[in-house]
């Protein structure tokens, strides 16, 4: 467990240690839930992606991008449980 200093401004440091297990780096967000009795949750704060990122996802790499028609059965077979 670590123990932090709170400043007279209210603000506290996190060492490094506790940023690089959160995964965050300069200019990154971290989000805080405020918890029962007292305790904070303190997690990355994972930005939300663009529209065009989702793209990506249809690429093949030897190829075109995938079609309606392979789409809808890949969502067939998963939601039927056969990958």
Do not use: C, Y
């Amino acid at each position: 467990m670590s123990t932090l200093t709170v400043t007279a401004k209210g603000q506290v440091t996190l060492r490094k240690d506790i940023l690089k297990h959160l995964g965050v780096h300069p200019g990154d967000k971290i989000a805080v839930d405020k918890l029962p009795d007292g305790r904070i949750e303190v997690r990355a704060a994972r930005p939300v992606g663009k529209i065009s990122d989702a793209f990506d996802f249809l690429k093949r790499e030897d190829g075109p991008s995938l079609s309606i028609e392979e789409m809808n059965e890949i969502a067939a077979r998963g939601w039927a449980g056969k990958q």
